[in-house]
């Protein structure tokens, strides 16, 4: 069966820290990787990543795929209590629905 | 540039009535559309897909349907509501080429609590 599993499921943090959120994958017909933050409504987009090895980056924010070992990583460095969110981890299926599987979340919280 | 749009945002309804979400796309033609429900503290679970016009899917079997009478409308529909209806709904479309096909955009979600 498909999954995408996140780890850790919760993570607290003080201004200033950096944090590495991890995504598993075991997905048949894989076609890329995205990356969400969710906060109290709809998630919003962060990353999509189809290449292993190639960092994408957006201010502190940064992602990685590695299609050898079926996973990603989601690093924020320097964090905000602005980074308090949700981030949700999806596969998503190269076939003409597009479908995805998404992981349970990791619930980060920065303290001040 | 492309948007997508759903509404109501929330809604409270009795156990037994009925529902309709709507979500419409704008900016793109022949989405792939999709209805997810996301309950407290869990990931999405996706309901139903659609890859065009009249063309639905349905992931889980449940109380709800969807219909697509239009290329960049999504319903989704219920005759009468259950408790465990309650949840997050957001609609979500994917273009079928380019960078966009290879990522899926929400709409701005609907907290549906059935009393």
């Known amino acids: 069966e498909d999954k995408v599993v996140q780890s850790p499921l919760s993570l607290v943090v003080h201004e200033g820290d950096t944090v590495t959120l991890n995504c598993s994958y075991e997905?048949?017909?894989?076609?890329?990787l995205l990356w969400y933050k969710q906060e109290k409504k709809a998630p919003t987009f962060l990353f999509m990543l189809?290449?292993?090895?190639i960092e994408k980056k957006s201010g502190r924010l940064s992602s990685i795929l590695d299609k050898k070992e079926l996973s990603s990583i989601l690093n924020i460095t320097a964090t905000q209590t602005g980074d308090s969110a949700i981030y949700l981890c999806a596969a998503l299926y190269n076939t003409n629905a597009g479908k995805s599987t998404f992981g349970d979340g990791t619930t980060l919280t920065v303290k001040p | 540039s492309q948007t997508i749009h759903q509404w109501p945002a929330t809604l409270v309804q009795p156990v037994g009535s009925p529902l309709s979400l709507e979500c419409t796309v704008e900016g793109t033609s022949n989405p792939n559309l999709y209805w997810y429900r996301q309950a407290a503290g869990r990931g999405l679970q996706l309901l139903f897909y659609s890859v065009g016009i009249g063309q639905i899917s349905s992931e889980v079997p449940q109380n709800l349907s969807a219909s697509r009478p239009q290329d960049r409308q999504f319903i989704l529909s219920s005759k009468k509501l259950l408790l465990s209806d309650s949840g997050f709904y957001l609609c979500?479309?994917?273009?079928?080429?380019?960078?966009?096909?290879?990522?899926?955009?929400f709409g701005e979600g609907s907290w549906l609590t059935v009393v």
């Open positions: 979500a479309w994917r273009g079928g080429t380019g960078s966009h096909g290879n990522t899926i955009y």
């Open positions: 189809t290449s292993s090895g």
């Open positions: 997905v048949t017909n894989f076609r890329s």
